[in-house]
């Protein structure tokens, strides 16, 4: 399925191209000539036909790109290089196939001026080396829903590495160095109260002194 629509992509895409190069390349010839005629240049006059080359651009892009199928870039490859080969065959008949005086919103339309020019048998060259690249050729690899991936997890056992050797023995812990356990209550040790000063004396007065004095010591002042 995916083949069919690569090729109706290939089918749509080569002569949409064709057109937005032709509109985009006349529409930007005749801009510059015209700047080149009045000596002066006003740079939103390309806009538009930059915007066609654009779209032509991102149109065989996603052609030549994308993995989907390579029937659409060999398709549209092979309807592009045609009228170019044709050229070496019978110049005169092939240019006289091609119409010339088609318009587009009011745009002339000269589809000879990208064959002449050899830019259809450039592009068409280019996605016919897209088509070789190996990776086009394979599908991609079909996804796995969430569902699925769960069942795959949970139906695979649960594996048990541990050994008894990992185990610590009894008598492997030192517990020398480890506190004792407690549940954070004060220590119930009572400790030695502070003297307290005599009542009315000032807490920045002199400590009281002894009473008796050793024999043999005299007092300084």
């Given at each position: 399925m995916r083949h069919l629509w690569s090729f109706l992509a290939g089918l749509v895409v080569a002569p949409v191209t064709w057109v937005l190069v032709t509109l985009g390349q006349d529409g930007s010839t005749r801009t510059v000539h015209r700047w080149v005629e009045i000596g002066t240049y006003s740079t939103p006059n390309l806009i538009e036909p930059a915007v066609y080359l654009g779209a032509a651009g991102i149109l065989l892009g996603l052609l030549g790109t994308l993995r989907v199928s390579p029937l659409g870039p060999l398709v549209a490859g092979l309807l592009l290089v045609t009228p170019y080969i044709g050229m070496?065959?019978?110049?005169?008949?092939?240019?006289?196939?091609?119409?010339?005086?088609?318009?587009?919103?009011?745009?002339?339309?000269?589809?000879?001026?990208?064959?002449?020019?050899?830019?259809?048998?450039?592009?068409?060259?280019?996605?016919?080396?897209?088509?070789?690249?190996?990776?086009?050729?394979?599908?991609?690899?079909?996804?796995?829903?969430?569902?699925?991936?769960?069942?795959?997890?949970?139906?695979?056992?649960?594996?048990?590495?541990?050994?008894?050797?990992?185990?610590?023995?009894?008598?492997?812990?030192?517990d020398r160095g480890t506190a004792p356990l407690t549940l954070g209550y004060p220590d119930p040790t009572p400790t030695e109260p502070l003297p307290r000063r005599a009542t009315g004396e000032s807490p920045w007065s002199a400590p009281p002194r002894a009473a008796t004095r050793p024999e043999g010591t005299t007092e300084i002042r």
């Open positions: 070496f065959l019978a110049p005169f008949t092939v240019r006289g196939w091609i119409p010339d005086d088609w318009k587009v919103l009011g745009d002339p339309l000269p589809l000879r001026q990208p064959v002449e020019n050899g830019t259809v048998f450039l592009i068409g060259l280019l996605l016919l080396v897209a088509v070789l690249s190996a990776q086009r050729w394979r599908q991609w690899p079909a996804a796995t829903s969430p569902a699925e991936a769960e069942l795959t997890a949970a139906d695979k056992p649960v594996e048990n590495n541990f050994s008894l050797s990992d185990w610590p023995s009894t008598g492997a812990r030192d």
